[in-house]
């Protein structure tokens, strides 16, 4: 019974040793165990620190601004210094309510693409720094899987934008210039046409762009002038002078042109910017005025001579008459009549220099120019001419004008016949006229116009034509090109007076080879008044 | 027969966790404050026991109603201390089973004069499951070392106390059969088990991890 009892003692104690051991054993296994898996764990653990540091500091310090927030409500997770420097924010709460901010489209816009695609690109906001400035940022975000939230970049583009307001503006007042600006690189490519040059050259930027502007603005004669104005900034990196251009619908314009290179920022490519004033129309009117005051100058010179070659010859032609009485000789009586036939031609001559200076005031009556030109062409006719055709394109009721019948039968005559020796091998004599109310820039071509009404005749040939350099010289007196049939060089002198003591003009179109146009415009009247 | 010096000794450890416990208890986790309560309770006990040997009474059904407090107490500690639901759901049944068990040995079997060995072997089979169960969760998470881990020290102390005294304290009746001094010897285990054990939850409680 004893050893029994021993045995069991003994049992128990084993028992217990065994059970404590193997509770001990397995504690300091598992406790091993752990430590291996823990120390691996833990080298991952470092290595994520240590990952985590790195883009931490990535994060911390870069640039551009950086935050993570909840896309539902905007709740800023992270942030890092960059973006709250950007929004003028200290602390994150402060720029929770810089975000808060946004415009609400702009949220709902970003919210929409992030919930949509989970992901949006450079989304420019105009927004405020807390100290309430106005900022732009170009915002991009990318959700983050499965938490709800946004990973963002946000760039700060204020100073981009402001430039590109500037540009804007620069460029509206650019297109504001009534003068072409344009730009072309220095193969002579157009590089920018402001709406300026479109609407002096008709042709749109779209149509230009990348074209060159000789091909352009400049005719194959002309085309020289693109190229030693071309040659001239290359040089001496600017050019001014005047250029002939041809508008895109082939009328001719004249303009003054500035042109200067332009280096394209840091690089060494040169740009040439070119701006021009179409000056066509001041050319016109200086030539205008220039001729006007010529002829101004031509009438007073030539009326007083006349004038004082009428009191010569007055005189004479009296004298002559006189003696021719008393004479009794065949031969001297017809020595007399040469005297007293040259003076008066003299005479003649002289009134036709003092019409062209002063103009004759006659008596003025209304005139229907249509009627006035019928007996004017029916006189012409009876001439000797060859192979010539006469066509009218008359109305009887026309504008009255008011003038001297007399004189104005004297300008179109003149017209009629020099129109007619143009053509020493016939051809088409057209005599046509109109009543026209001169508008707007039309009204400019009317030297001293007291009227908008005119009724304009047209004497047309088809002659050899006046060549370009003479067509301001064919109203001064004695300038002719009949030399030989012995032209006075008076006929269109007179006409000119004439045409300007009544109030009106006289304009020429020629081409040499096609023929002439002569128009004479007079004031018409209203038949009610005088 | 006086009082062994040792138990006095044994009395004396229960305040090591108890002051650690309270001294940590506003940082502590749920599991270590229901702890640091199971010291107190055990403080009581040990006093109460000491107490009535003292003036020469019985004290075991100072032990049977303790036994269930402790076992619960710790049943609760690994609860809060595991992660997964299955596993709580498991430590909840086991408490139920064994307080069940108890209150069977109360009402019917126990009648307080001796120590009652079965329910002193159930409540240590109880107590060395729970934390077995405690340990494997706490070696499941290996993002913190177990040496870290209130957990792992407070399972391995009430696993060694647990392992070392279930078969002495179960089967009591035989060493007490053999003589006193066995039966003395049993005790001296039992009370070093229970300083080592006290000595671990210390440790437990001092664990700067809440886990």
């Keep these: 019974m004893q050893v029994t009892g021993i045995g069991i003692a003994w049992i128990l104690a084993i028992g217990s040793f065994a059970l404590l051991a193997s509770v001990i054993a397995y504690s300091v296994m598992m406790l091993h165990s752990h430590q291996r898996i823990g120390q691996l764990q833990r080298a991952k653990l470092d290595e994520v620190s240590r990952s985590e540091e790195k883009y931490r500091g990535l994060f911390d310090n870069s640039l551009a601004g950086m935050l993570k927030f909840r896309i539902d409500d905007w709740t800023i997770l992270d942030s890092n210094a960059a973006v709250r420097a950007m929004l003028g924010c200290t602390t994150q709460e402060e720029l929770q309510e810089c975000l808060l901010r946004l415009p609400e489209p702009a949220r709902d816009s970003i919210f929409a693409s992030l919930t949509r695609d989970g992901i949006v690109e450079q989304y420019e906001i105009r927004t405020s720094r807390r100290s309430g400035e106005t900022i732009y940022i170009l915002f991009s975000a990318r959700t983050v899987a499965c938490d709800g939230s946004a990973q963002a970049v946000v760039i700060d583009v204020t100073e981009r934008m402001r430039q590109m307001e500037k540009i804007q503006e620069q460029r509206a007042l650019l297109d504001h210039a009534q003068d072409a600006i344009l730009v072309i690189d220095t193969q002579g490519q157009v590089m920018y046409w402001n709406s300026g040059a479109e609407m002096m050259y008709g042709w749109t930027k779209e149509e230009v762009n990348g074209r060159r502007l000789d091909e352009l603005l400049y005719a194959s004669a002309n085309s020289n002038c693109f190229e030693e104005a071309m040659e001239d900034i290359r040089q001496f990196k600017e050019w001014n002078g005047e250029h002939r251009h041809i508008r895109k619908d082939g009328r001719e314009i004249i303009v003054d042109s500035r042109w200067k290179t332009v280096e394209r920022g840091s690089n060494t490519e040169q740009t040439v910017m070119i701006v021009s004033s179409d000056v066509s129309e001041k050319k016109r009117l200086e030539s205008q005025f220039i001729r006007a005051q010529k002829m101004e100058s031509i009438a007073l010179l030539t009326g007083g001579l006349a004038h004082d070659l009428q009191n010569v010859l007055a005189p004479i032609a009296m004298s002559a008459h006189l003696l021719k009485k008393r004479l009794s000789g065949k031969s001297s009586l017809a020595i007399m009549r040469a005297v007293e036939k040259s003076a008066r031609s003299g005479i003649e001559l002289v009134q036709s220099i003092l019409t062209y200076g002063r103009g004759i005031i006659g008596e003025r009556k209304h005139i229907q120019v249509g009627r006035m030109l019928v007996q004017v062409l029916d006189a012409v006719r009876h001439g000797q001419w060859q192979n010539v055709r006469i066509e009218r394109k008359l109305k009887a009721k026309r504008w009255p004008v008011s003038g001297d019948s007399n004189q104005l039968k004297q300008v179109f005559r003149n017209l009629c016949v020099n129109a007619l020796e143009s053509m020493p091998q016939g051809g088409l004599l057209t005599v046509e006229s109109s009543d026209v109310v001169l508008e707007g820039d039309r009204l400019d071509e009317a030297p001293n116009a007291e009227t908008s009404h005119y009724v304009l005749v047209s004497v047309s040939d088809a002659g050899v034509g006046i060549p370009h350099e003479d067509l301001d010289k064919i109203f001064e007196p004695f300038f002719t090109t009949k030399e030989r049939t012995g032209g006075t060089g008076l006929g269109l002198s007179v006409a000119y007076g004439i045409v300007k003591s009544h109030g009106g003009f006289i304009k020429v179109e020629s081409a040499m080879g096609s023929g002439t146009t002569f128009h004479v415009y007079l004031p018409a009247v209203s038949e009610k008044s005088d | ?211």
């Design chain 2, 1 to 211: 027969m006086p009082i062994p010096i040792f138990v006095y000794i044994h009395a004396a450890s229960y305040l090591v966790p108890t002051i650690a416990g309270l001294k940590r208890f506003p940082k502590s986790s749920r599991a270590i404050r229901i702890l640091a309560v199971l010291c107190v309770l055990a403080c009581i006990n040990v006093g109460a026991q000491l107490f009535l040997a003292m003036r020469k009474e019985k004290n075991y059904f100072i032990s049977d109603y303790y036994r269930v407090v402790e076992t619960s107490l710790l049943c609760a500690v690994f609860y809060f201390s595991v992660v997964s639901q299955k596993l709580r759901n498991l430590l909840v049944g086991m408490g139920i089973v064994f307080a069940l068990i108890w209150a069977v040995d109360v009402l019917w079997f126990n009648t307080h004069d001796q120590m009652s060995n079965g329910m002193a072997m159930i409540s240590r089979i109880t107590v060395l499951l729970m934390s077995f169960i405690a340990l494997q969760a706490a070696m499941k998470d290996e993002f913190l070392p177990l040496a870290e881990r209130s957990i792992f020290w407070v399972g391995i102390g009430a696993a060694i106390y647990s392992s070392g005294t279930l078969l002495l304290l179960g089967l009591s009746h035989y060493l007490l059969q053999l003589g006193p001094d066995y039966f003395i010897a049993a005790w001296h285990i039992n009370w070093a088990l229970l300083i080592v054990a006290n000595l671990f939850y210390t440790k437990g409680m001092l664990c700067k991890s809440r886990g």
